[in-house]
């Protein structure tokens, strides 16, 4: 059974950035600085979709050579669908992947051999976008107005859980399937508001579109337990069997988070290495990219990459009471720190 499809976590950009798919996966590497080293590791890196700023801490750290400096040549790919990346590193086919924390406990219902070994989005980005033609400050002025969204049961347990926090009802806060509209919905008038756009993407492309900030209010304002929304994964077996591939992995997080926290610090810089790896477009790219580089920091004080076995725990409980997933959800399987460089998130996660 295809879980991704089942349960519908996965959308992304949708609207108008759709047009620009084809070509990005058609052009989805950025350079490496400087020759490879002739003892270097090869790992191919599947990424969640195509290139796109969620993905900036991994494109700078390539293009300015933290992997060549940790004896690595790093190929990212653009998967043929977004339920891929975690089959094919569980399969061993692909050595690393990008994913999302929902699909980590859904793969551990399917008993896929994967593992969580640093976070790469800290913090949720999905969550209740508000048309710019409202003057909504608080999330529970939502009260009256409608949502859309694709009509996936993880879009409707958000809805559900804001009903519940604002002791609202349906009927006062009403709500349409859109499908993978979400960006004309709002922008013709449709409906008031979306869930299951990205505020570092549908909120600011809706924003730069109608010439209005969108308000938006992250998942974990709607009254969902924090979580991860992008996540660094692993070969579980391999881990265990190989020491190779887990010094190679130990090499990559600590490529990857330099490379985030040297672009966190030059958000100019990484925009620009964005704007030659990605196919959105130069206005876009030039508002999401440094708005992504901040929410990067957003991380409770803890560095860059950790992952909470506790907060983990939390949210795998909240897909089970929403029904997203059917067995009991054991966060400390599906999660490691033992490849992060930083001692503080030591101790945060399981094995």
């Not at 989805?28 to 003892?39: D, T, Y």
């Not at 985030?260 to 704007?275: D, E, H, I, L």
Request: include cysteine; charged fraction near 15%; hydrophobic fraction near 40%.
């Amino acid at each position: 059974m295809n879980r991704l499809a089942n349960a519908g976590w996965r959308w992304l950009t949708v609207g108008l950035a759709l047009a620009t798919l084809t070509a990005a996966c058609a052009s989805n590497a950025a350079p490496a600085a400087g020759p490879a080293s002739p003892h270097s590791t090869s790992l191919n890196v599947e990424l969640d979709w195509v290139p796109n700023p969620d993905h900036v801490g991994l494109y700078y750290a390539q293009h300015q050579g933290y992997f060549a400096r940790q004896h690595l040549v790093v190929n990212f790919r653009v998967p043929s669908s977004a339920a891929d990346p975690l089959k094919l590193v569980g399969l061993g086919k692909a050595d690393l992947a990008i994913s999302y924390e929902p699909e980590l406990f859904y793969a551990q219902q399917e008993h896929l051999p994967v593992t969580a070994v640093a976070a790469v989005i800290p913090v949720p980005l999905n969550g209740l976008i508000v048309s710019p033609r409202l003057r909504i400050t608080s999330l529970c002025q939502i009260k009256g107005h409608s949502v859309g969204f694709t009509g996936v049961p993880s879009d409707f347990a958000f809805y559900s859980t804001l009903l519940h926090t604002c002791h609202l009802t349906r009927k006062q806060v009403p709500y349409q399937t859109v499908g993978y509209n979400l960006v004309p919905s709002i922008l013709s008038g449709k409906v008031d508001s979306i869930i299951g756009g990205y505020r570092n993407v549908e909120a600011i492309q809706i924003s730069q579109e109608m010439k209005r900030k969108a308000t938006d209010f992250p998942a974990d304002q709607l009254g969902v337990p924090a979580y991860d929304e992008l996540v660094l994964v692993a070969s579980t077996s391999r881990l265990r069997t190989d020491p190779g591939y887990a010094s190679a992995v130990r090499r990559f997080v600590a490529a990857f988070l330099a490379g985030s926290s040297a672009a966190m610090k030059n958000p100019g810089a990484a925009t620009t290495v964005m704007q030659g790896a990605s196919q959105y477009s130069p206005a876009f790219l030039k508002a999401s990219v440094p708005y992504t580089l901040k929410l990067l920091g957003q991380h409770g004080g803890v560095p860059a990459g950790c992952l909470n076995q506790a907060a983990w725990q939390s949210f795998g409980t909240w897909l089970k009471a929403h029904k997203l997933v059917h067995d009991t959800p054991d966060a400390a399987a599906i999660m490691t720190d033992k490849y992060l460089p930083h001692p503080a998130c030591q101790g945060q996660a399981g094995a």
